[in-house]
Each structure stands twice: as C-alpha cells, then as structure tokens.
C-alpha cells in the first residue's frame, strides 16, 4: 500500500516511509528501547528486532513500528523479543494490540527471563505464537 504521500513521488513528503525494502528504526526519546525492522524478502512479512526497555515511556517506539507494519498491509508481523530486557503492562498491551489486528502477530526468541516471567504472570504467553532461534550455544550443545 502506498500512502498519499509516497516518498518516490518527486515533491512529496512523509515522516515514515513503509516500503518493504526501506529500513527504519524506531527510538524511543530517552533511548533505552528501540525497534528495528530487518530486511524481508516480501512486503508481507515484516521481521521486526525489539531491543531494550519496555514501558510506558519507551512502548511508543513498538507502537509506532507495529503500525508501520499495518500501514503497509503486511500479513505477517515477526516481532524478535530476544533482546528485550525489561517489558510491564504497556508492553503487554502493545503486544496484545497488535495481535488483535488483521497481521498475524508471531514471537521470536528466545524469550528473555523477564518477559517469559510477564507472560506467564498474566496468563497471555499462550495468546502469542512463538518461533525459537537456534542459537550458536544450543546449536553447539546438541552436538
């Protein structure tokens, strides 16, 4: 989908652009989180890489990348939560916003202890699909 001000149209201006090969990070003010979309092979899936602190100072910067997304009418959202340290009930809620909207909102991990710890205290870990990344030290471990 292209918003009306298309950053390919000569003279037109945006403050975000959503083309699916466009790499935008989104910061929060204080910089202690921050949201970053990786390279997709399609405009449908969007690979997002969370990092940081999440609350209700520093969620704005999740919100606005999980709307990105859905401006550009991606199917899929892939949220890498691996490198979050810290996420409390404004986190939650993105999260759980998220889910509620015509993308498909899927976790990557491995889950922090932190966040796996929210998820489990409010019951909703069993609402957010959730893919594990092989990592060099399990991929070590089994052999």
């Known amino acids: 989908m292209r918003e009306a001000n298309d950053p390919r149209i000569p003279g037109s201006e945006t403050r975000r652009v959503s083309l699916h090969s466009a790499r935008r990070v989104h910061r929060a003010v204080n910089g202690c989180a921050r949201v970053e979309r990786a390279g997709s092979e399609t405009s449908s ?21 999980l709307g990105d997304a859905r401006r550009d009418d991606a199917e899929r959202i892939l949220l890498d939560v691996s490198r979050v340290g810290f996420g409390d009930s404004a986190f939650l809620d993105a999260l759980v916003e998220a889910r509620r909207g015509p993308a498909g909102l899927v976790l990557v991990g491995p889950l922090p202890f932190r966040i ?12 957010f699909p959730l893919v594990l990344l092989a990592t060099d030290r399990g991929a070590s471990g089994s052999v």
């Open 45 to 65: 899936t969007w690979f997002l890489r969370a990092a940081g602190e999440f609350d209700s100072d520093t969620v704005p910067c999740l919100r606005e990348a």
């Open 116 to 127: 796996r710890r929210l998820f489990e205290l409010t019951g909703t870990l069993r609402l």
